[in-house]
């Protein structure tokens, strides 16, 4: 298997799942500002399309887990999308936070010098427009930004849709991938290698010396999702883990 000669690694050991975890509603503008005040300086997000090819933040196909909305999220218009509630499900403190469009994030981001991580999340039938769709707005939002700071950091763009990643790929060759594991089935370091992938982002449980050792002797960067517990934490970076994904935002310090 070819090594991959890859630049430094950019972003930082500890990112904060969905915004802030569960002390926030996910995927809110919210959630983000809650994980900066704990200190976090990278935040995982999921993206898809709205049916009028809008970029927004949810992780579910449906509405009705994370907003007063039903149905298919990827079924209706932003129009309708952005005036539903994505808080008060969570608890009252947030009732009324709309769902957050990809280009509100940014540019939070990029005001904060924050970075991002783009799980692309797609309706199930439109896994390669919506890989496209996301990498060319990713693309066009943090080439607005100037200088150097972590800010303008591009984002890295991460799915467990070969598919998506794919058109990622094709529409924005420049911004970098990483494909998503919830079980190292046969030919996975292969296709991240086929994908031109920089990282693999495996279920925390997944990593032990061997798939580890893989990855790293090909090449890539490893993160871990989602850790919650500090044994899970200290056994991650004993292997040598290049970043965590978590939930725990007020249990570890992100510095750490």
């Known amino acids: 298997m070819p090594v991959l000669d890859l630049p430094p690694w950019p972003y930082p050991r500890w ?9 926030a509603p996910e995927n809110t503008l919210a959630a983000f500002r809650l994980g900066a005040a704990h200190g976090y300086r990278m935040f995982e997000c999921d993206a898809k399309l709205s049916a009028d090819g809008v970029v927004f933040l949810l992780h579910d ?5 994370t907003s007063n909305g039903s149905g298919i999220a990827g079924e209706q218009d932003w129009d309708a999308l952005s005036q539903l509630d ?9 009732a009324g936070e709309p769902l957050a469009s990809l280009g509100a994030v940014a540019a939070y981001c990029q005001a904060n010098r924050l970075m991002l991580n783009i ?20 693309a066009r939002l943090w080439s607005r930004a100037d ?6 950091t591009p984002p890295l ?4 849709q070969p598919e998506a990643l794919a058109s990622a790929r094709e529409a924005a060759p420049e911004l970098p991938r990483g494909l998503l594991f919830d079980a190292l089935w046969t030919g996975w370091l292969e296709t991240a290698l086929t994908l031109g992938c920089v990282a693999v982002v495996c279920e925390h449980g997944l990593w032990d010396l061997s798939s580890m050792t893989q990855a790293q002797n090909a090449g890539f960067r490893t993160l871990a999702y989602t ?6 934490a200290q056994r991650l970076i004993a292997l040598g883990v290049d970043s965590l994904i978590t939930d725990r935002v007020d249990l570890f310090p992100p510095s750490a």
């Open 147 to 152: 200088g150097n700071a972590a800010g303008t």
């Open 157 to 160: 763009l991460t799915s467990f």
């Open 15 to 23: 990112i904060a799942h969905r915004g802030a975890g569960r002390l």
């Open 86 to 94: 994505a808080g008060a499900w969570h608890s009252r403190a947030y």
């Open 227 to 232: 850790v919650n517990d500090e044994w899970a």
């Open 61 to 65: 196909d449906g509405l009705a887990r």
């Open 119 to 138: 799980e692309i999340k797609p309706t199930p039938g439109h896994e390669g427009q919506t890989g496209r769709e996301v990498a060319l707005a990713a």
